[in-house]
């Protein structure tokens, strides 16, 4: 061994040009390596910073009918389900270990209407307890102007990003109520109109929902604008308003309606003791109707019942906690909300967020192929320019072989040659690789483009490297050297006694 | 003792669509300790005959022993095994391995041999004050002269005591003198470790220091002259 490594050592300075070359290019893609390595994982940290933490949790429930998984930005704003049975689902969620927290939310599309304008826009609705969704997602936004709004207000919180395009199309910026235009915060397009901007402090939102045709159209007071921490591009299409009113706006059941309008005593008339709200749409359905005309208006005007959790939502979002098994636990929430009979179903963040999940996977993807082609490239160099030294030296090894050495020897010290190149190489583009990748988030490289972000892991580019992604550079270096190393041991291998007497 | 042992040899080179035969039927014993030299012109055949002694090149017919092993039929590990134990070279070239010094050079075998390193140098530097290269131990081949590498040559091929060392012209690349001291030291080393030499050659002054000579001819070997 220390014969091999003496002469495999020897002769890499023997070469040193040849060994210089095959050096660059290990030390280029153990860097690259390192470095790629570093981006996907800074990404994948990133992406759930984001989009996990900040935007829907590690997991989407939503109704059994709902066709498509995706729920955060469907084709042409395709309206997601109503869950009504949140209050058998609260107690199945309470009961999991590995459930951190959870959030039952509104999410559909609506139209934005504007007595301005002839054309109507359109604005994603995410209705939400405003005081539960602080605690679920304690840092996702900042509000720019205006402020939060107090527990049980009716509200809207409109995104920053919202407000330009909004502007752009239909000429009207939204400020909060009170509040006037803040230079810094006008777009680009709004600032070059900065003295006959035309102000609105309240938007008309007409729900949408396929299957309901009631959906209404209500003024909401702008409460605040806020802007996301990352992403702001894609989640800036969602405007927050309280959940009551988002109920009211899809023309969905309210917790008002169903507290005002099926009192104890009522339900032995209606025959709702059950709880059964299908069968307020059969015979009687007349006479609820009827009633709900009366309290409904009055439940709007007045304060949010206490439990808002009585009325229709459309997903509930779920954060784990660290270190749960993901796949267990999915399998298991299934289990028990289908047991529950809940209507619900389990889906992971990344199938329920769309292509937004779908673009973190290719782009890790396409990071993946890079690398991999650069090493592809690598090892076509490495294997010619060893192969040549193999020929170059046949009589050497001949010479070798003729004395008694062995193919096995003769292979020990081309692999000897390459595993000394890739370390002393591949070692220092894997240092560099981590100096880097320690050193690029102290730069707080920033950009404003949605897709980069993912690809930074954050509003700055956040590479992150851990013991194991180091490990598995080293493995992918030791397996590139193995692999470079082949085709020349064989070319060294193949080499006779004859063919070295033949040369001289 | 018969240390080698030939019978009906052929040896046949394939040349696009002809078969050019080198050896045609060769028969020979050698004896230990000899200090034999095969003579012939050139293309006659001598050097295919040691490349098959030296199991470098198989025979494509007959009967080859050394040291009373049939080597027609090995694999190339057993091969190696016999090259490495039985049979030192000594090549026309001098091929040395460039990246090793002398010492290292001459150890080489042994550390092949899986011989620990210690006893290995004690031999490496007992041959190297005996072909009288002290002085340069540590050299590189490169820093050498011709016959001083041949000399490095000779110390390695021998210092596995093997059985036999087969030499290739070993002073073609050699002045007269240089040349004439390769073949004395040869001779000290044949009379020393009662090695048995086995040199070809066509320099009619070299055939003075062999006990015994082998002509060859178009593949076979004729007569054999009456040795110096």
Redesign the interface.
């Given at each position: 061994m220390?014969?091999i490594a003496?002469?495999a050592w020897?002769?890499i300075?023997?070469h040193k040009g040849k060994s210089l070359v095959i050096g660059i290019i290990l030390f280029t893609g153990a860097f690259l390596m390192t470095l790629g390595n570093g981006v996907i994982s800074g990404m994948a940290r990133g992406i759930e910073k984001n989009i996990i933490e900040g935007f829907m949790g590690d997991i989407a429930l939503i109704s059994t009918a709902q066709k498509s998984d995706n729920i955060l930005l469907n084709l042409m704003g395709a309206s997601i389900e109503p869950i009504n049975t949140y209050k058998k689902i609260k107690p199945v969620l309470a009961a999991q270990p590995f459930i951190k927290s959870f959030l039952p939310v509104g999410k559909n599309l609506s139209m934005v209407l504007d007595e301005r304008s002839d054309t109507p826009g359109f604005a994603y609705l995410i209705g939400v307890d405003f005081a539960e969704y602080r605690k679920m997602f304690p840092d996702n936004f900042t509000v720019i102007e205006g402020s939060y709004p107090a527990p049980g207000e009716r509200a809207l919180l409109f995104p920053d990003f919202a407000r330009g395009e909004f502007y752009r199309y239909y000429n009207v910026w939204f400020v909060p109520e009170g509040g006037g235009a803040v230079k810094a915060n006008l777009s680009k397009e709004a600032l070059a109109d900065a003295d006959h901007l035309i102000l609105s402090s309240s938007a008309v939102l007409l729900g949408m929902s396929s299957g309901i045709n009631t959906t209404n159209d209500i003024r909401f007071p702008v409460r605040g604008v806020i802007k996301y921490r990352a992403l702001n591009q894609i989640f800036g299409h969602f405007c927050l308003v309280d959940i009551e009113a988002y109920r009211d706006c899809l023309g969905y059941f309210t917790a008002a309606d169903m507290a005002a309008q099926v009192p104890k005593e009522e339900k032995k008339l209606l025959g709702l003791e059950g709880g059964d709200l299908d069968s307020m749409f059969g015979e009687e359905a007349m006479v609820v109707a009827d009633y709900k005309k009366a309290p409904k208006k009055i439940a709007a005007e007045k304060a949010v019942p206490s439990d808002t959790e009585d009325g229709t939502y459309n997903v509930v979002f779920i954060r784990l906690v660290p270190g749960a098994g993901y796949d267990a636990a999915l399998e298991k929430l299934n289990r028990d909300l289908a047991a529950a009979g809940t209507g619900v179903k389990a889906v992971p963040w990344n199938k329920a967020s769309g292509p937004i999940g779908g673009m973190a996977v290719i782009i890790k993807g396409a990071l993946f192929v890079f690398v991999m082609l650069l090493f592809s490239v690598a090892i076509i160099i490495i294997v010619n320019t060893l192969s040549m030294a193999a020929m170059e030296r046949a009589?050497?090894i001949g010479?070798?072989?003729?004395?008694?050495?062995?193919?096995t020897?003769i292979a020990g010290m081309f692999l000897g040659e390459t595993a000394i190149l890739s370390a002393a190489f591949g070692g220092g583009g894997i240092i560099a690789g981590v100096i880097a990748v320690r050193v690029i988030p102290l730069l707080r490289i920033t950009t404003a483009n949605d897709m980069l972000q993912i690809l930074y892991g954050g509003n700055y580019f956040n590479p992150l490297l851990s013991v194991t992604g180091i490990l598995l550079t080293v493995l992918q270096l030791a397996l590139v050297t193995v692999i470079a190393a082949v085709y020349p041991m064989r070319v060294a291998t193949g080499i006779?006694?004859?063919d070295?007497?033949s040369r001289? | 003792m018969d240390i080698i042992n030939i019978k009906e040899l052929k040896k046949d080179y394939p040349l696009g669509d002809t078969i050019v035969p080198a050896l045609r039927g060769v028969d020979l014993t050698v004896a230990q300790g000899d200090f034999m030299s095969i003579i012939g012109p050139s293309g006659s055949g001598k050097?295919t005959l040691l490349?098959i002694i030296?199991c470098?090149?198989p025979a494509t017919s007959g009967s080859v022993q050394v040291g009373g092993r049939e080597i027609t039929d090995l694999t190339?590990?057993q091969i190696?095994?016999i090259?490495?134990?039985k049979i030192?070279?000594i090549?026309?070239?001098f091929?040395?391995?460039?990246?090793?010094d002398v010492l290292?050079n001459i150890e080489?075998?042994l550390?092949?041999?899986k011989r620990s390193?210690a006893e290995a140098r004690k031999r490496a530097e007992q041959l190297v004050e005996e072909v009288g290269l002290k002085d340069y131990a540590v050299h590189r081949p490169s820093e050498l002269s011709g016959g001083q590498r041949q000399r490095v040559a000779i110390a390695?091929?021998l210092v596995?005591k093997p059985d036999i060392v087969l030499a290739?012209e070993p002073t073609a690349n050699l002045d007269s003198v240089t040349g004439a001291s390769i073949l004395e030291l040869m001779k000290k080393m044949n009379e020393l470790e009662n090695t048995t030499f086995i040199f070809s050659t066509h320099d009619a002054n070299v055939l003075k220091y062999a006990c015994r000579i082998v002509k060859i001819k178009d593949g076979l070997i004729e007569k054999e002259p009456v040795a110096a």
């Open positions: 220390k014969l003496t002469i020897r002769n300075l023997r009589s050497e010479m070798m072989r003729a004395i008694g050495a062995h193919k020897f006779t006694p004859l070295a007497i001289d | 050097t490349n030296g470098i090149d190339d590990r190696t095994e090259r490495l134990n030192g070279f090549f026309q070239t091929n040395l391995i460039p990246v090793l290292e080489f075998p550390l092949l041999m390193p390695r091929a596995t290739d």
